[in-house]
């Protein structure tokens, strides 16, 4: 199946820039049939209009909504969702039992965030984060089958990147809703070499060995498309996995080499470390390093950060 999103429109998906950092950088889904739509992930608040615009643009109200399905709690993901429920009259949210005590109260989420990127910066690209009514909340579990208008979608457990993640399979397209379980790829990475890809750890809750599992679980499928919140759609699906085990695995390497070096400045030299790591694997992808490294300033940042998480738990 093509990957393009024009492609995956006419199967009732339709990618929505929640244009937070710069555009093309964090994307929710929504997916319609027969007149009904889920809200796969919603951004921060700030992306609430988008929301209701591409719903709009789908031909459908507010009403038609039946779900918003939440991959993980991250503000990135779920910020906005207080905010979004208070236009969605019908919708409930499918949510990780891990992730549903911080939906009814996000003060945690918002002080870690807040502790990591400062009160100004939270404002402004995160917004107000609201709490969500319990009765409106709906828990998941492994395994769990959505029926949408119809339109089955899957729901599984898919813990490495946070303890309360989960993926969402279309039967329709045989596609993966991937949060951010099937790492990174951002398309002006894309060229002659395919898509460029690298995990994601991000704190608090990395675990390598649970990641590659989740992974191996969405390949079980054989999907030919992984839908990314960071971002857009991506094919050539079982050598972007193989990819994500090979580099998890060279991540926890580098991570123990620093390590055994030193606490000290230990995220900078593991931010250090993983931009050469992923510079040499741009270089070999026919990519200029300086380009890729700046395109994922960000992402290698909270990788570093992940990585300390793990390594001061004591789980090296």
């Known amino acids: 199946m093509p990957t393009s999103q024009s492609a995956f429109r006419a199967q009732g998906i339709h990618c929505i820039d929640t244009e937070l950092q710069r555009p093309g950088f964090d994307a929710a889904w929504l997916v319609v049939e027969q007149g009904r739509a889920a809200f796969i992930d919603c951004g921060t608040s700030h992306a609430v209009p988008a929301m209701l615009q591409a719903l709009a643009a789908a031909g459908l109200g507010p009403e038609a909504v039946d779900w918003l399905i939440l991959t993980h709690v991250h503000l990135d993901h779920a910020g906005g969702a207080g905010a979004l429920l208070a236009h969605l009259p019908n919708a409930q949210v499918l949510v990780h039992p891990r992730g549903a005590p911080h939906l009814v109260d996000p003060s945690r989420l918002v002080a870690g965030a807040t502790a990591v990127y400062g009160q100004a910066e939270m404002a402004r690209h995160y917004g107000q984060v609201l709490p969500i009514d319990p009765a409106r909340i709906v828990q998941m579990h492994d395994g769990q089958h959505i029926d949408l208008a119809g339109r089955p979608l899957l729901c599984i457990d898919t813990p490495g990147h946070a303890r309360h993640h989960q993926c969402v399979f279309d039967a329709r397209t045989r596609s993966w809703f991937t949060g951010d379980t099937f790492g990174i790829s951002y398309r002006e990475l894309d060229g002659t070499h395919g898509h460029f890809i690298i995990p994601t750890t991000s704190p608090v809750q990395f675990e390598p060995e649970p990641l590659k599992h989740s992974i191996g679980r969405l390949l079980e499928q054989q999907p030919q498309a992984m839908h990314l919140t960071h971002y857009g759609s991506v094919g050539d699906v079982a050598r972007l996995g193989q990819q994500l ?27 250090a470390a993983l931009s050469a790591y992923y510079g040499e694997r741009a270089a070999a992808a026919g990519l200029a390093p300086e380009a890729v490294l700046k395109v994922l300033a960000i992402d290698i940042r909270l990788n570093a950060q992940g990585l300390v998480c793990w390594l001061q738990r004591g789980s090296a």
């Open 245 to 271: 085990i090979e580099q998890i695995d060279a991540m926890v390497a580098i991570g123990r080499q620093v390590l055994d070096a030193g606490t000290q400045a230990l995220e900078e030299r593991l931010f």
